[in-house]
């Protein structure tokens, strides 16, 4: 029997090892770039995040959420982490339940799985890319510039749009609304948000530990803690993921509500600037010692005191107001960057057109989805790969285990 599988990204690599584990299945692995695994490469800052503890516990979302639970309690973190044991791939685990390779280096996950898959029953064709699937009788013929490939089963693993640069693209989801498959709409997800506050510009590169708060007309839409960074256009880093999904999404107006010192309390941070009365320094250094000192400049002047005022001259409002500024700072939000930017997509393939216990097509017998190309998106923090992993291994095995 033969598998055909499009897409040699993580769920892709993933299914063909599974699919290859029956010794009568004969795996071919399409990849329309020149190497395998090429955003696998590049994700986790080039570390990659391959997965995260708490995902057999949820982190996941689309129209049916629930849809990925089976895949994941299948194949959960823990035998995910026996399998790349036993591929050979040393890893860490992080204390927020993020785990890299042990090299600290995507490559490592890249090259494992490229060393697993040289198996004589698995064949990987890169720089070829499925044009069209087309269902004859019992097998499905896919076509390729270079020629046409005869499959018994076929897995779409082509991914979705996000990270365009890395190959994010289009493809998976024509080739299966060709085959009559539906999707939602297309969003991307964990990304940058863009403001329309010109003080953005002022404080480019300044990172700072946060409790973020996302308001849409006042009501709190999403919110979490850790690190900020601003860029040229708005506000990005590891907090801004968590809470990027949806964000501008439909109409009112999306402010992120920032509070730059979340373990300390108002009272105690006036006490200190109180302190600070007894001393001849001008406001520019209010919050020196405390904010990283270009924030502290710019959150002193958004609460509408001069550099030059000596500190000695503020009022108790003034020093009120500073307080306000690193407490609750309102940075209004126009739009999340774009696909290119986003690290995944959310929306994608209807699930509930696929069987959940074996990813296979309801419209289609012998056609099998995995991946980011369906409905399914996960948090940030190793979220999307395990998912990767679960859904391709789930796919690769019921593709391969069935008989003709
Ligand atoms: C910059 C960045 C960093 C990230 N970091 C992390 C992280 O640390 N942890 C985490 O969990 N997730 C991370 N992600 C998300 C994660 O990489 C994806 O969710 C995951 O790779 C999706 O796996 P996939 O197999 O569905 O798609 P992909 O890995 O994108 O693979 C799809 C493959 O299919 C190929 N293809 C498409 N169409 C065709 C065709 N017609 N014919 C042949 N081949 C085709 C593509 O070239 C591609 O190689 C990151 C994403 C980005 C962009």
């Not at 309690?73 to 993020?98: K, M, Y």
């Not at 907090?239 to 949806?246: A, G, T």
Request: hydrophobic share 40%; with cysteine.
């Amino acid at each position: 029997m033969i598998v055909g599988i499009i897409g040699g990204g993580a769920s892709g690599m993933a299914a063909a090892l599974a699919a290859a584990e029956n010794p009568n299945v004969q795996v071919l692995l399409f990849e329309r770039q020149a190497r395998l695994g090429r955003k696998l490469q590049a994700t986790g800052n080039g570390r990659c995040n391959l997965t995260n503890l708490h995902a057999a516990h949820g982190g996941y979302h689309g129209e049916n959420a629930a849809f990925a639970q089976r895949a994941i309690h299948d194949f959960d973190p823990a035998r995910t982490l026996l399998w790349f044991q036993e591929l050979g791939l040393f890893t860490v685990a992080e204390e927020s339940g993020r785990v890299y390779p042990y090299s600290d280096q995507a490559n490592s996950v890249v090259d494992v799985l490229r060393f697993a898959l040289d198996k004589p029953n698995i064949q990987v064709l890169t720089g070829v890319e499925i044009t069209k699937v087309r269902r004859t009788g019992d097998t499905f013929t896919l076509e390729t510039a270079q020629g046409k490939h005869v499959c018994h089963k076929v897995i779409v693993a082509c991914g979705g749009l996000a990270g365009t640069k890395l190959g994010g693209s289009m493809a998976g989801y024509k080739l299966l609304s060709k085959m009559g498959h539906h999707a939602t709409k297309l969003r991307p997800t964990l990304v940058q948000l863009k403001s329309s506050w010109g003080g953005v510009v002022s404080l480019k590169g300044v990172r700072a530990n946060c409790h973020a708060r996302i308001l849409r007309d006042g009501a709190v839409f999403a919110e979490s803690a850790g690190e900020l960074q601003f860029t040229e256009y708005g506000i990005s880093g590891p907090v801004i993921f968590e809470i990027s999904r949806d964000v501008c999404q439909g109409a009112g107006q999306w402010l992120c509500r920032l509070d730059f010192l979340p373990d300390i309390s108002r009272e105690k941070l006036l006490a200190a600037l109180q302190r600070r009365c007894d001393t001849a320094l001008t406001a520019e250094d209010l919050l020196t010692g405390i904010l990283h000192n270009r924030l502290g400049r710019v959150l002193t002047k958004a609460a509408g005191i001069s550099a030059n005022t000596p500190i000695r001259a503020l009022s108790q409002e003034a020093l009120e107001a500073v307080c306000q500024a690193v407490k609750a700072f309102d940075v209004p939000l126009t739009e999340p960057l774009g696909m290119d930017s986003a690290q995944v997509t959310a929306g994608g393939i209807l699930t509930a057109e696929f069987d959940e216990t074996t990813m296979e097509s309801k419209l289609v017998p012998g056609l099998y989805a995995c991946g980011e190309v369906l409905d399914i998106d996960g948090d940030c923090g190793g979220y999307n790969l395990q998912w990767a992993w679960s859904s391709g291994r789930l796919a690769g095995r019921s593709a391969g285990k069935e008989t003709l």
